[in-house]
Every structure is written in C-alpha cells, then in structure tokens.
C-alpha cells in the first residue's frame, strides 16, 4: 500500500484498495509520488483505512446542526456519516498515528477537504516538525518568498505574478514553514480565476483545453447568474437564490490546475518536492483604493495572525472535533485554540530566520504592480 512523504515532515499511508479510490488519493497528493515502503522505516503519521478496527455497537446519533451532517459514536470514536456509510473523525491534537477508519465505499471526497487535510496540518503542528501557513510560495534565487494573508487577498494571484517575472512555483494555498527556516510544498491544486488571465500573458497562451472549456462556460453562466446576484433581495427565498448566484458565480468562474500543468507552463523542471530556506515572508493586507505599499512587520503579529487564519479554514474540522466532545465530554476542550498555539510557536521560530515584511494593496487587482513591489524589495 503507498505512502505519501511530505519532504520528510509528514508520512501518510494509504491502505485504499478500490482504484477509484486509490487514484483520487493519489491526485490529492500531487506533486508527492508514492512509495512502497516507508522512507527510512519511519511509522505513518496520517492512515487511510477502508475498514473499521473493533467495531462496536452505535450508541448515539447527533443529527444536523445547520451543517446537513450527521455523527454517530460507539462510545470511543465519532463517525461521520454519509449514505449509511462512516468514516472516523480522530483528534489530531492526540498522539498519532491519525487514522481515518473508514466503511469501504465512504466517499473519501466527502471527508478529504474538511477533515484529513485539516488533520494532516494539526499533526504537523502539534509534532513541532513544521506548520501549514496559510500562504502561496514561490522561490527566487533558491531562496522562498512567502505570500500569506487571509482568504481572498490575492496570495495565488501575487505568486503567479512573480512567476511571470521568472520565479518558480513552489506552493499554493498552504505552504509548510518549519522551525529551521525551511519552507516546502503541502498538496493541494491551484485555482486560478479566470479575470486575472489578462495580466498573466504566459498562462494565458498556454492554458489546457479543460480549464479554457471550463472558464467559457463560467463566462457564460456569470452572464445569466448575474442580474439575479446583483438583485437588492426581497424576502428569504430571494435572499437565499441571490447568495446561490453570486456563490455559483465565484466557484464557476476558476479553473483547477495540477501543480505539474502549471509548472509544465512556466518550464520548470526542478524537484517539485524540494525545500527551500525563507528568504521574505509578505504579510498581505486587503485595503481600499489603489494604493500598494510595503513596510516592516511585527513578527510575533504576522505570526499570531496567519494563525488565526489558519484556524478559520479549517473550521469544519473543528467543528466535527466539536461534535466529539458533545458525546465524549471527557476529552479536552478547545482544540482550535490548541491547535493555533501549536502554530503560532512554529512561525515565531521560523520568521527568526527571514524578514518579514507587511504589504497594503487592493484586492483584486492586477497582480502585477504587487509582484513588482516585492521583487524591488529583496
């Protein structure tokens, strides 16, 4: 059965056997190749399993909770549930190995998203080996240049546009930062939306068929769906239909690209899997105007913010540990609030070996003047 080795900070086995399930594994974990055995005979640090170890009877159901979930337990684990099949939800924050026993047949995309990558990034943490910031990466000159801030400031954006002034990819959305001042990859596709494909001349000639098809059916779903977005709602049930336009709007109008597609597009051929040592660390900040600017930055803020940023995109996570906690109230109580100090610590260590630095810019915005502000500044 394969594993996955995260650059030597985090293992996973996969024990799937169906090929369905062994193939979305498998992209799940891109740019990691899989392996056989594990790396120097390390344990697993995270395990996939279809099959439930010492089941026993269900004690106890907890039924939606404005989430349409639905949990049980057996009195010692919490399973969530889906089309009558489970899938156990552990506690990240415990000693290890995390294992995700699983009904065979569980729709792992249910779960992946929400709670294992989640849980892969606690474990981290909680293990002192590194932490997930929430970040795009790119590197300049063997050196990382880490791009970080809350959702929706333009993280993907600024890497990709310091990409096409030379730099390479290193990651998207969630980048691993250790406490040696070493950053490398965390697996997960990139989204690239489709208005900022006019300032990216590189990507946009190169783009594959798949994601040009999807950004022409976006454009024309954003033309029916947007009068009714932009709609001054009337009543709940407009209300409701407005907040669905306008949610379709923004999932419809991104491309998904493999991590091997977009370096493919911008000729790298480096190893996808490598470290690299912390050269900037920007602090992006959303603001109004046009204004971009860049300035010095209080480590220990940046470090308790991208935190707290963290935690807030692994939520659902949380609140699944929640719902354990209902049924097993012995168990200790606020494990996000665990799990940011785990990651805090691991930033204040990391940011002592790079400068760290804050950036004011509007969002969106041609990424183009952001990345240029950047480079000027190394």
Do not use: C
Not at 353 to 359: G, K, S
């Amino acid at each position: 059965m394969p594993f996955f080795d995260l650059s030597g900070r985090l293992l996973i086995q996969s024990l799937e056997g169906d090929d369905r399930s062994v193939r979305y594994i498998g992209r799940q974990m891109a740019p990691f190749p899989s392996s056989t055995e594990p790396p120097d005979g390390r344990l697993a640090d995270v395990v996939l399993n279809p099959s439930i170890d010492g089941d026993g009877p269900i004690v106890e159901q907890q039924g939606p909770a404005i989430d349409d979930l639905t949990t049980v337990t057996d009195g010692r684990r919490v399973f969530l549930l889906s089309n009558g099949r489970r899938v156990s939800i552990p506690d990240a924050l415990e000693p290890g190995p995390i294992r995700f026993d699983h009904d065979p047949g569980f729709p792992l995309r249910r779960v992946f998203p929400t709670a294992v990558r989640p849980a892969m990034q606690v474990a981290l943490a909680v293990s002192g080996r590194a932490v997930a910031v929430h970040a795009a990466t790119v590197t300049i000159d063997g050196g990382a240049v880490v791009v970080a801030g809350w959702s929706e400031s333009g993280k993907t954006e600024t890497a990709l546009g310091l990409m096409e002034r030379g730099s390479s990819f290193l990651s998207d959305k969630w980048t691993l930062l250790g406490p040696d001042g070493q950053a490398s990859a965390f697996p997960i596709s990139i989204g690239i939306r489709r208005w900022v494909l006019r300032y990216l001349p590189t990507l946009r000639s190169s783009l594959t068929k798949p994601a040009r098809a999807q950004f022409a059916a976006a454009g024309l779903a954003s033309l029916v769906l947007k009068p009714l977005a932009g709609r001054s709602p009337q009543g709940r049930v407009a209300a409701l239909a407005s907040d669905g336009a306008r949610q379709a709007m923004a999932l419809g109008d991104r491309a998904a690209l493999e991590i091997d597609e977009l370096r493919a597009v911008y000729g790298q051929t480096d190893d996808p899997a490598r470290t690299a040592p912390i050269h900037l660390v920007v602090a992006l900040r959303t603001v109004p105007g046009g204004d971009i600017t860049l300035g010095p930055a209080d480590p220990g803020e940046v470090a308790a913010r991208l935190a707290r940023s963290a935690a807030y995109e692994r939520r659902h996570y949380f609140e699944l540990l929640q719902r354990a906690g209902y049924v097993m109230p012995s168990r200790p109580a606020a494990a996000q609030d665990r799990a940011i100090a785990a990651d805090e610590a691991i930033l204040r260590a990391s940011f002592e070996h790079a400068r760290v630095v804050t950036m004011d810019a509007p969002f969106p915005t041609d990424p183009r003047p952001v990345a240029d502000t950047i480079l000027a500044a190394l």
